[in-house]
């Protein structure tokens, strides 16, 4: 199903037009009905400034971007904040202060094992004394003349700043927030659904803006939904991986769905009943040759559109190192290659993709707008 059909769909305005159009006029206004590709900049532009912090989503709201995405995690004292998850050690300046040196603990959550510092075992006022500093040093060395240039940003001051530069830019900007390990901070008393839902009742911009809810669990979703109902400017997002891996919280209650099931024809009409668009990795919907060469798309995309769903995918980033073989240059896997990044976008655009999350914001608009 087409976006255009889905829009006229959803808007009820296809009985309209069907009465008021013979079907030749219909098919070809179908046809020439441009697709709308959405950009999401991913943690704002992260190829470009520290992720999560107001210079990364300045720079990709100033590059095109139609949303800015905050991973949202919870302080100990129950406030919303942008990190992409719970681990603090490699997004933060926390293993430089002596004071919070008591606080460096191992924990597992959602199946992985860290050493270090984490998000709920800081309050707000704690976490507000760190800065942020680059994630991928070796790999984005310029990104390092930023660090411990800005705080951690709450969630509640990412709603402020986004609208704030609607307003000056003249601009509506999208949020597209991701709730992260919700079935692990609920087990530690901190649940972040109707913490998440009073905030965006509080704020005028978040009850009229484009507001896309994204989780790699499911119950969470389907709690929002049944809160939400149905929204004309909120969606929900069922992020999903690739292979047998199953979501944090069916692993939790001892279910068998996979997001390999989740992805099969019956899974997507099952996310359908929850969900508006399913985004799954980029290699799940091209995939790599043995030769890392991209191959032909897989089915997802069109089982996916039969299903009701758009297909939103992640993420697109300008190194080498993470451009498929046919799009990389010579220059070594930390070097950027702008136009191999824009080519490797176009291709999944014309595969038919209704949006993605990239790194760089510019990138994206260029492989959107086809210059």
Known sequence: MSQFRRTLLKTGTVSLFMAAAPIRLLSSALAATPRTVELFAHRGASALRPEHTLASY????????????????????GVLVARHEAFLSETTDVSKRPEFASKNVTKTIDGVTHTG??????????????RAVERLPS??????RYDRMFQILTWDEIIDFAAAQSVTSGK???LIPE???????SSIGLPLEDRFLASIAAHEYTQRCP???QSFEVANLKYLRKKIGKSAHIRLMQLVERGSVRPADVVASGGDLT????????GLRDIARYADIIAPPTRA??????????????????????????VHTWTFRPENRFLAADFRNDQGDDARHDQGSVAEMRRYIDAGIDGFFSDDSALGRLAISGR
């Open 58 to 77: 300045a720079k990709a709201i100033v590059d095109g971007a139609d949303y800015i995405e905050p991973d949202l995690v919870i302080t100990r004292d």
């Open 117 to 130: 510092w984490f998000v709920e075992d800081f309050t707000l006022a704690e976490l507000k004394t760190l």
């Open 139 to 144: 790999v984005r060395p310029q990104n390092t």
């Open 172 to 174: 509506v900007i999208g």
């Open 179 to 185: 709730l992260k390990h919700s079935t692990y901070f």
């Open 211 to 213: 507001l896309v809810i």
């Open 259 to 266: 997001f390999e099931k989740m992805c099969s024809k019956t």
């Open 285 to 310: 919907l091209i995939p790599l040759l043995s030769n890392g060469k991209l191959g032909e798309p897989t089915s997802l995309i069109a089982d996916a559109h039969d299903a009701g769903l758009l």
